[in-house]
């Protein structure tokens, strides 16, 4: 693996650079990873179990790494390739996901990375399938409820709501845009009664989903409110949790709000963002989850290299 220019620091700012190697140093760390699965630990402590979707982000973030220019070679190579892998025996078995149910988001992650990772990698179709089978049952997750089916006691992310906006970057990725366009008006149709998210990190993928089709009036004017929305939840110590309250912070959020800034506010510095998501970031180069929080996270540092790389995009 080889660096672009040598990591630093500078003038008390974080340098993107520094910061996406010191992340990339942790994810290619074995110990960050279980070896019976080759799925990236949720998070490194207790409690944390191999999780699909995080090696999903992990492989997303290597892959935008790479093509950035930021780190390559036979040891980065030999990385992606393990975590394809580990997301290609997810598509045989019929999905990704935790638990033993399959996810429509999680699957859709996995789709878009193993296709920016290996793009004719028989995984992709697989998984473009059973995404494709799991949205035309406006279905979250495999036994969840159905779109304005009750569900009681159900988690944000087991329920079909705005954060499954983001398939439409997975679909978009593939050049499938007119099944993206027509999936992100249903679930913004107010008659559909789809949630609307208060919690910023389905926010964020909410938005992340609205960038990717950016250009038509309705998905327009959404960003624009949403976009304030998540801007209003963020404070000098990063971005709260839930729109409207005071905390905590989180860094899966922060890490998204510094990647969306690039592209929504280009003018803005993305620096002082990159300052929190490093101040959060251990000796060994993971992020943790909100400060004080023991755990090294995987999607939490898979995200803020993703945030670095975008810092970079201007050059």
């Known amino acids: 693996m080889t660096a672009r220019v040598p990591a630093c620091e500078v003038a008390g700012d974080v340098d993107a650079v520094a910061a996406a190697l010191r992340w990339i140093g942790w994810i290619v760390d074995p110990r960050s990873r279980d070896a019976a699965t080759g799925h990236w630990w949720s998070w490194v402590g207790e409690g944390g179990y191999p999780y ?4 999903a982000w992990v492989l ?3 892959a935008e790494a790479r093509a950035a220019g930021i780190a390559h070679g036979s040891a980065l190579a030999e990385i992606g390739d393990a975590a394809c892998e580990g997301l290609a025996r997810g598509a045989r078995q019929g999905g990704l996901g935790r638990g033993g149910r399959w996810y429509a988001f999680d699957t859709a992650v996995g789709l878009a990375a193993v296709h920016a990772w290996r793009p004719e990698h028989p995984a ?3 998984l473009w ?3 494709r089978t799991m949205a035309a049952e406006r279905r979250a997750v495999q036994g969840g409820p159905r779109l304005g ?3 009681p006691g159900a988690r944000w992310s087991e329920v079909w709501g705005a954060h499954l906006l983001w398939l439409a970057v997975a679909a978009h990725s593939l050049g499938e845009v007119a099944w993206a366009r ?3 008006k249903d679930l913004l149709d107010p008659a559909a009664l789809v949630p609307m998210p208060t919690y910023c990190h389905a926010l964020a993928y909410a938005c992340e989903g609205l960038v990717a089709l950016r250009g038509e ?3 327009d004017t959404q960003l624009g409110a949403w976009w304030t929305r998540l801007r209003r939840a963020a404070t000098p110590g990063g971005v709260v949790a839930h729109a409207g309250e005071k905390g905590p912070v989180r860094a899966d959020t922060t890490a998204q709000t510094a990647r969306l800034l690039r592209t929504l506010e280009p003018q803005a510095d993305a620096a002082p963002w990159l300052r929190l998501l490093w101040d959060w970031t251990d000796a060994q180069g993971a992020v943790h989850y909100e400060p004080g929080s023991p755990h090294a996270n ?3 540092t898979a995200m803020a290299l993703r945030a670095a790389v975008a810092a970079l995009e201007d050059g």
């Open 217 to 219: 009036a309705v998905f």
């Open 124 to 126: 992709v179709n697989a």
């Open 298 to 300: 995987a999607w939490c």
């Open 52 to 55: 699909a979707e995080a090696t």
């Open 149 to 151: 089916q009750p569900a």
């Open 129 to 131: 399938l059973q995404l």
């Open 60 to 62: 997303l973030a290597l």
């Open 182 to 184: 027509s999936l992100a």
